[in-house]
């Protein structure tokens, strides 16, 4: 038997701060992401989306609700430079963030670098629609101050 208030407890979502979703990627769809996005968006501090290749970037965006986000990992999914865009602008919070695997180009590395200036991680592996301008702007980048670890294997048609 659970005590009533333990139970209640565990029925509101202030206890949900990290949402992994990784090796669920053919069953999680548009819907059942907004949804629970919905519900934890005021909570989250850390997301997992490996491989969750059927949320459209429409869905993603949701994630510039999660004004507490920190920790994004999108490898895998489907981005693009607008998702990147509201991102910045939606998770001011966000140190970590890995595009890796991902069909990112030069206008997406062109918002990461404007719009996420809290950034201290990112991974590009196997970032392949990247460019030598494009890794140039990104490593230039003034606004990317705290940047400390950039992982870039198999990186670009440079």
């Known amino acids: ?12 979502c202030t206890l949900y701060t990290e949402l992994n979703l990784c090796n669920c990627g053919m069953q999680v769809n548009d819907a059942v992401f907004g949804n629970l996005i919905k519900q934890f968006k005021l ?5 997992k989306l490996t491989d969750c290749v059927k949320l459209t970037p429409k869905a993603l965006s949701s994630l510039k609700e999660c004004k507490n986000l920190q920790d994004i990992d ?12 509201e991102l910045g602008v939606g998770c001011p919070f966000a140190t970590y963030l890995n595009v890796s695997n ?8 062109i918002n990461i670098a404007k719009n ?7 991974d590009l592996s ?3 629609e990247l460019t030598e301008a ?3 702007y990104l490593v230039s980048c003034r606004s990317l101050k705290k940047l400390s670890h950039i992982n ?3 990186l670009c048609k440079c």
């Open 1 to 12: 038997m659970v005590c009533h208030s333990w139970h209640a407890i565990l029925q509101t």
């Open 43 to 47: 909570f989250l501090y850390h997301i």
């Open 74 to 85: 999108m490898s895998g999914c489907q981005i693009d430079s607008l998702l990147l865009h």
């Open 102 to 109: 991902t069909n990112v180009d030069d206008t997406c590395f």
């Open 116 to 122: 996420l200036s809290n950034l201290q991680y990112l």
């Open 126 to 128: 196997y970032c392949t």
């Open 134 to 136: 494009g890794f140039y």
């Open 152 to 154: 870039f294997i198999r």
